[in-house]
């Protein structure tokens, strides 16, 4: 027939080369529709063979091929090859379908693995079988009473998508001779695939046969095994004899040799004695299959009978008793040579669907019914039978599950029970983890494992020994014995109870097995095979001091290369787990086990992971990641510790999946049990207890770790720590904390004595409860020392769960830590305890009052709850600094702070506000800065705006959105703007399953305020349909911008979502839209995000109703920056900023710092040591200093170079040791002894994050930012940005320390600053510049400048792009630069960027009386001339500040008069008209006071106003500021600009009034919609100081 395809095919193929050729079309979006035929039916032996041309690696899954008896010019093609009925067979992956259905499946090559320019074909033989031919190769029969007129199937299926027929004809002489090959000529990697040893020459046998002889011969028998003559059929199953037609698969001949081999080693197991003692025995009669045969020789044989006359073969196991003679070899014919598989009975339970060839059962109607799921086996099991299955489905609904066991009686005469521990005779079964015989419990604990905690794919496994006793094994592991004395005939059962549904009977023909049976004969055929030797162990000797190699059983797609010492996953790029590695032997105590990694991929996140595990690597069936793994297994994942999956270290130490090619990792279990990691030989601390000896390593070649080998040179690490304070060694009582109590106000510390669930960090400051999601109690600690008369112990929550009811309580207690007997809870101590619960106050475990005035189950992460006890004996609760009360009194001296981890409190830590406070018990007004551990302040839930689709109801104050009616018109927002990283969250609480679709989410520029406040008229019916604003959104699983479509396939499809689910979206600071699903963040989904954007989403079809669950965070508009070192600033604070405290701050003779010429191996220094530059790559830049830092002098550094080709940027803090000699690793965050670290914006301290949202993220700081570091007199680390001071980043700096700088990502170049450098905080300043400050200069405690406008000093953000744009829009404007002021210098950007650099606050009074303003964030401010007759001192210092919003073309009228004209833009004078002016930008026209009402006409003839507002945010509105359209001259883009001004109001001359918009919402924060409106008649009242701009 001709090599071609049928001209009809699937929809998405295309055919070419004379329809030779076949691809389907748009193979990124689609993977299936890809099916083709041959041209012509099959002649028998013809081989239809295609070469794959190309693949993707999109999607699972790869080529199907097959024949089928449909006719392909009437044809209606499925989606898939596997879809084809009426007489289809196809080959997928590595099973056998007929009609859809599987029949057979473990079937020679798997077609997923075959890559481009492999050939696959398909034939029918002359007899009616399936054959199936990879690369040449025949892989067997795959099916057989297949009828004649066959088309060739080939589907270009998921991975594959271009394929070429290049032949149609029968095999050639030398692909025939390519079959006959034996088994020991087959490469390891082909263990998979079954070869058909047909028609094999005598000495090409002969390998095999010698094999068999060889085991023989060593029982003294002279008989030769039969050998097999060549044909080429292959039965389905295995032959009762050796006649000619005979044909064995590797799996059989393997088998055959393993049952020779294995009944020599249980002679010698069971007593056997010399190897050498008997001979084969052949019975001498005629048997049926199933008698026993007898024995010919000295003991009981494993007989095999023939009949001279040409009877059939018995087929029987009888074990070698202790002391008889030698092993036989009767089991090559015997036991394995049989018909008798294990499969499930025909006569089941009444609920039980068998298919797969009885081998697979399911229960129907699973979410109905949870019993009558019995299933038997066809057979009784054998002596020393493995019997296993696997689970194949679950269902989350009942309780219980999976039930196995055995019993007597043959299911063809029972009458099956509901469930079969209903069975009250002959019946034995494991239920849980206990033993039931006879429906009675014998074992409460049989094992570790509970059947009902198994998940799909776990495995199930019985054995009944030849001794009686019965054996469970789950994943391969035996559970040791069940039952000792079992009757002689019994039959396995499963029970698929519950929520177990469907399992599989599993015949071990797996990788661990064939290994076992490799081993196996490699040993029979030693030369030392005959040798008495010691019990068997498949480990060596832990004494004997061998070599740490990788054992050769690794994962799926795993391989062992270098004589065992390196581990690789070979397509590291298409698949990322299966790449589990144990070490050949247990470790030994002390022993280090260390591995290199070599080898990285960029495509998957997670990287390389490392523990132990109790498991022998021999049996272990190896998991997909060793996580899965549920016992005896610790590993080191990420920055945390699992425990039997389970995790147990949140953050313990460096993060593994930032490690790079040639960075190490190492594990050790000491002597004493505990289990330590190393990276980069820096030991990371204790990670568990309690571990159990010979354990053996693991390497989990995990998502970019892709190969990795033993490093035997660890004689260098460093020794363990013991007791040391530095490092993140974790205190627990094996490993007492070094904290002593102390004198010092800020000693407090929690004690080295805790609950046994509690862990101590951070040098006694940080607690924590492992396990917190299996352990809720057990986590107390205490303070290390008694609370003096008011003295304030505060922590901060960081942490907690949504998993228990309850959470932390907290309280005092009189009893020593020495003394305390740790409880589950602390309310269970009776005695001289005093805690807070809820808001139930509790004496020595007794209410003694409720409803106090707090409700600790209410806090959220970031509250903070103090204790103290006044002088008088008074307790009293602090809730975020605030005095909740007296609790109770009569208190006793000495008492300790306790608190009780409870619950879903997880983390806590202490706050520096504990200490001393004064007896009238006023709050601290310290601010957040001043803590060492950060935590976002308390959040307030967020709340939707109530603008909305028209058929959108808001319920619970905006927390909740109700669509109340049709399928669409459900779009609601966020009531504010989302700050940067702020993630707006929602759960789904009701769908309709009437509809289609689903809910869409994402974040938009349309600001809801200017919306009409009709809600019919200004929104689309839908969000997809929303394009009058930026909108950016995820519908299903495509990501759309303003409706059009920017990416498929993004995450898990929205449309899947159902009740519970919870759904959330942020922008991130790198200008990207996130998509949360259930807490799990799906990546980025857009780039190029506007700043200002809102939440936004739309109740679209299913889904009805949503609620509110996340929180925004509250800005601490009231605290007070620390000073600064100079009051010189160029920010709008220029006026606001606390100087230091002094006019002229005292000078020291300052220490030249140099960097030391000890650095990373990529920086080069120059220019004396001064400047610093990473010439390659984007790591290995670490810098210190030469000379230790001084106290109170600050070190300064500028940034010269960025390459925006990396991503982050540099990281800067101290280290507390002489850096000479130290070995520098790649980046910073690996260094782990003494050193504190500012990277983004948190704080680390020896790796272990200690502080969040901490100053401005640092990889935003652009070109020219000056960065320093100052260590006070305190020892607390303070950073500065531009001269600013943003507050104490960590406390209890050592002396000496150094600066240390990670020139790393985007950062290249930095040089030492070399100025005077001023002291910080000296006593005599502070009191001379007391006395110098006059009343007008101080408002509520903030100095302000005496001069209005800063000095000029180099502008931070010179590279603002932002900036930049707002000074093109300005150039189109053609404004003359005389009312500009000329230096640059004092033009200020407030995007999100340069605001955060500069340390702005959000608010700041100016003025006498003092009043509020806000600073315009978002807007850029370019400053203006003021006119020489302005008195400019006097207006500037006690004149108040505001804004006004204006349009394009009042702008030069303004700036002619320098002041504000009443009339000339009031908010009723603006109408937008879409015309584009001469510039490049369109600006609406100015409409006089004829488009006025007629009473709004007189009022303005009558009072002429102007409008003016102390925040942007409400000047700002479109109202007031009108959108003009313009192009970009630079990127041609269209943008819209805004335009305002600010202005100094004269006190006195503007009256205060609420808003004339109507808004409902608050507008600001802090002020009031009745109050933000400021409206002036006074001409001369307004004096212009900067033109604001705002261009999205």
């Keep these: 027939m001709a090599a071609e395809l049928h001209p009809c095919s699937g929809k998405l193929i295309g055919l070419s080369n004379s329809n030779r050729t076949a691809q389907r079309n748009q193979p990124v979006q689609e993977f299936n529709h890809g099916l083709v035929l041959s041209r012509e039916p099959l002649k028998d032996r013809d081989v239809f063979t295609v070469r794959i041309d190309k693949k993707v690696n999109s999607w699972s899954g790869s080529i199907e091929i097959g024949v089928t008896s449909l006719d392909p010019a009437g044809l209606d093609f499925p989606s898939s090859a596997t879809g084809l009925k009426g007489g289809s067979w196809i080959v997928s992956g590595c099973s056998v379908l007929r009609d859809g259905r599987s029949v057979l499946e473990e079937y020679g090559r798997d077609l997923d693995q075959l890559s481009e320019g492999d050939r696959v074909g398909i034939q029918r033989s002359t007899r009616g079988e399936l054959h199936l031919w990879v690369n040449g190769q025949d892989c067997g029969a795959a099916a057989s009473g297949l009828p004649t007129g066959l088309w060739a199937v080939v589907d270009l299926y998921g991975k594959c998508t271009q394929v070429t027929v290049v032949s149609c004809e029968p095999p050639s002489l030398a692909e025939r001779d390519t079959e006959r090959e034996t088994v020991e000529e087959r490469e390891q990697e082909d263990e998979e695939e079954e070869v058909v040893v047909c028609g094999v020459r005598e000495e090409e046998f002969g390998g095999l046969t010698s094999a068999v002889n060889l ?211 002959g019946t034995i079964m494991m239920s849980g983890c206990g033993i039931l015989t006879n429906g009675k419990g014998t074992r409460r604990e049989y094992c570790e494992f509970s059947l009902d905690e198994l998940q799909e794919g776990d495995h199930i496994g019985l054995m009944h020994k030849a001794s009686g006793a019965l054996h469970f094994y789950i994943n391969g592991i035996d559970q040791g014995v069940a039952a000792a004395q079992t009757p002689a005939v019994v039959y396995a059962v499963v029970d698929l109870y519950g929520m177990a549904v469907k399992v599989t009977i599993v015949h071990n023909h797996n990788h661990s097995d064939r290994l076992r049976r490799n081993n196996a004969i490699m040993r029979a055929l030693s030369p030392d095979v005959g040798r008495p030797r010691p019990a068997h162990s498949l480990t060596p000797d832990p004494d004997t001091p061998d070599r740490l190699l990788f054992h050769s059983n690794c994962g799926q797609k795993a391989a062992i290369i270098s004589e065992g010492r390196t581990a690789l996953r070979p397509h590291a790029t298409d698949d990322f787990n299966h790449g589990v590695v144990l070490s050949g032997r247990p470790l030994h105590s002390n022993e280090v086990f260390q591995v290199r990694i070599d080898k990285m991929v960029d495509k998957w996140a997670g990287s390389i992971e490392i523990g132990v595990t109790t498991h022998n690597p021999a049996y272990l069936q190896l998991p997909s990641t060793m996580t899965n793994l549920r016992s005896g297994t610790w590993m080191m994942t990420g920055n945390g510790v699992m425990h039997n999956g389970t995790t147990i270290l949140d953050e313990y130490g460096h993060n593994l999946d930032r490690l790079k090619a040639g960075d190490t990792v190492g594990v050790v279990r000491k002597e004493d049990g505990s289990l330590h990691f190393f990276v980069n030989g820096v030991a990371q601390g204790p990670a568990a207890w309690n571990v159990p000896p010979s354990v053996y390593a693991v390497v989990d070649l995990y998502g970019q770790a892709a190969q990795a080998t ?171 600094g605030v005095d909740q009360g007296v609790a109770c009194t009569g208190l006793p001296p000495d008492v300790y702070a306790v608190i009780d981890l409870y619950g879903q409190c997880v983390q806590v830590s202490i706050t520096s506000s504990s200490g001393p406070q004064d007896n009238s018990l006023c709050t601290s007004n310290i601010t957040e800065k001043s803590f060492p551990v950060h935590s976002p302040v308390a959040g307030v839930a967020h709340r939707l705006h109530s603008k909305h689709g028209k058929n959108v109801v808001l319920l619970g104050e905006g927390c909740q959105a109700v669509r109340v009616g049709g399928y669409a018109h459900g779009i609601v927002f966020s009531a504010k703007e989302l700050k940067t990283d702020e993630l707006f969250e929602v759960k789904i609480d009701e769908v309709d399953d009437q509809w289609s679709g689903s809910l869409h989410m994402g974040l938009t520029t349309l600001a809801p305020p200017e919306l009409p406040s009709c809600p019919m008229s200004g929104l689309s019916p839908s969000l997809t349909q929303l394009r009058s604003k930026v909108t950016w959104l995820l519908a299903g699983s495509e990501v759309r911008r303003n409706g059009l479509l920017q990416r498929q396939n993004y995450g898990a ?318 150039d189109l404007l053609t404004l003359p630069d005389g009312y500009f002021n000329e230096d640059a210098k004092y033009n200020l950007c407030y995007c999100e960027s340069c605001h955060k650099l500069r340390g702005d606050e959000s608010y700041y009074k100016r003025g006498e009386p003092p009043r509020d303003y806000a600073l315009p964030f978002g807007w850029c401010r370019f400053a203006l001339r003021i006119k020489p007759h302005c008195d400019v001192s006097n207006s500037f210092k006690q004149w108040h500040i505001a804004y006004h919003g204006t349009s394009v073309g009042a702008l030069r009228r303004t700036l002619d008069h320098a002041q504000l004209l009443s009339g000339t833009s009031s908010i009723f004078s603006v109408s937008p008209v879409k015309t584009e002016g001469p510039n490049g930008y369109s600006e609406p026209e100015e409409n006089s006071s004829n488009s006025l009402p007629d009473r709004d006409r007189e009022r303005d003839r009558e009072v002429p106003r102007v409008q003016l507002s102390p925040t942007m945010r409400y000047s700002g509105l479109e109202m007031f500021a009108p959108k003009v359209q313009f192009r970009d001259p630079r990127s041609h883009c269209c943008h819209q600009a805004q335009v305002g001004f600010q202005v100094c109001v004269r006190p006195g001359s503007y009256k205060v009034g609420p808003q004339t918009l109507g808004a409902i919402e608050p507008l600001d924060p802090r002020f009031s919609n009745t109050e933000i409106e400021w409206i002036t008649k006074d001409q001369g009242g307004t004096l212009l100081y900067g033109l604001l701009i705002r261009v999205e």
């Design 1053 to 1370: 499809s929205l449309d899947r979502l159902t009740v519970g689910n919870r759904v959330g979206v942020k922008r991130c600071s790198d200008d990207t839209m996130h998509v949360l699903i259930d807490g799990e963040d799906m990546g980025p989904a857009a780039t190029a995000v506007a700043k200002n954007v809102y939440a936004v989403l739309d109740l679209y079809g299913r889904v009805t109703a949503v609620s509110i669950v996340s929180s925004s965070v509250l800005e601490d508009a009231g605290s007070v920056k620390a000073p600064s070192l100079s009051s010189d600033s160029c920010s709008e604070g220029e006026e606001d900023r606390t100087p230091v405290e002094g006019g002229e701050p005292a000078l020291v003779p300052n220490t030249v710092m140099t960097f030391l010429e000890n650095h990373g191996k990529n920086i080069q220094l120059s220019h004396e040591n001064l400047t610093a530059a990473r010439v390659s790559s984007y790591n290995q830049g670490l810098l210190v200093t030469a000379q230790p830092l001084p106290r109170q002098q600050l070190f300064q550094f500028q940034i010269d170079r960025l390459n925006a080709s990396w991503t982050s940027s540099l990281s800067l803090g101290v280290i507390g040791h002489s850096p000479d000699r130290l070995n520098f690793p790649s980046t910073a965050c690996c260094l782990k002894r003494s050193v504190w670290l500012l990277q983004r914006d948190s704080v680390f301290h020896n790796s272990l994050k200690i502080c969040e949202n901490y100053g401005p993220n640092l990889d935003t700081c652009p070109e020219g930012t000056v960065l320093g570091l100052l260590v006070d007199g305190n020892s607390c680390l303070h950073l500065y940005v531009n001269g600013m001071d943003q507050g104490v980043a960590a406390q209890d700096i050592p002396t000496p320390c150094y600066p240390l700088i990670d020139l790393y990502g985007q950062c290249e170049q930095v040089t030492i600053v070399t100025n005077n450098v001023a002291t910080v905080g000296g006593e005599s300043i502070k009191a001379r510049c007391q006395g110098d400050m006059e009343k007008a200069d101080m408002v509520d405690g903030i100095k302000e400048s005496v001069c209005w406008m800063p000095h000029p000093e180099v502008n931070p953000n010179k590279t603002c792009e932002y900036q930049a744009l707002c000074s093109r829009f300005k």
């Design 215 to 425: 085991a023989a011969a060593t029982n003294g028998t002279l008989e030769e095994v039969p050998e097999l003559p060549p044909t080429n059929n292959r039965p389905d199953k295995f032959p009762n004899n050796l006649e000619p037609e005979t044909v064995l698969t590797e799996h059989q001949l393997f088998d055959v040799l393993n049952n020779a081999i294995v009944s020599l080693y249980r002679s010698e197991d069971n007593g056997g004695g010399d190897l050498g003692g008997g001979g084969i025995g052949r019975d001498s009669g005629t048997g049926s299959r199933g008698d026993r045969g007898s024995s010919s020789g000295g003991g009981s044989v494993n007989g095999t009978s023939s009949d001279s006359g040409g009877g059939t073969g018995n087929t029987g196991s009888v074990n070698s008793p202790a002391g008889g003679g030698g092993a036989r070899l009767g089991a090559v014919t015997g036991g394995m040579l049989t018909n008798d598989a294990l499969l499930f009975h025909e006569k089941c339970g009444t609920l039980i669907k068998l298919s797969n060839n009885n081998k697979t059962a399911e229960r129907r109607r699973p979410l109905d019914e949870f019993n009558n799921g019995v299933v038997m086996t066809n057979r009784p099991l054998r002596h020393n039978e493995m019997f296993e299955i696997r689970i194949d489905k679950l269902v989350d609904k009942w309780s219980g599950s999976i039930e196995i066991g055995v019993t007597t009686h043959n299911p063809n005469n029972l009458d099956y029970p509901a469930t079969m521990t209903n069975l009250r005779s």
């Design 710 to 880: 033993i490093m035997d040179d660890v004689a260098d690490l460093p020794p363990l720590p013991e007791d040391s304070s530095e490092g993140p060694t974790v205190m627990s009582p094996s490993s007492p904390c070094s904290v002593a109590g102390g004198n010092s106000a800020n000693d407090l510390r929690f004690h080295q004595l805790h609950g046994t669930n509690a862990v101590i960090t951070n040098g006694g400051r940080t607690a924590l409860r492992q396990n917190c999601r299996s352990e809720f109690n057990d986590a107390i600690v205490i303070s290390n020392r008694c609370l003096r008369d008011g003295e304030l112990f505060e922590i901060v929550i960081q942490k907690m769960v949504d998993r228990w009811s309850g959470s932390i309580e907290a309280g005092v207690t009189a009893i020593r830590p020495e003394e305390l007997e740790f409880p589950n809870t602390m309310t269970d101590i009776d005695y001289d305890t005093w805690m807070l619960s809820g808001t139930a106050i509790m004496q020595d475990g007794n209410t003694m009052r409720n409803n106090y005035g707090c409700d600790l189950d209410t806090l959220t992460t970031g509250s903070r709850i103090g204790m103290m006890r006044s002088a008088t004996g008074d307790l009293h609760y602090y809730i975020n």
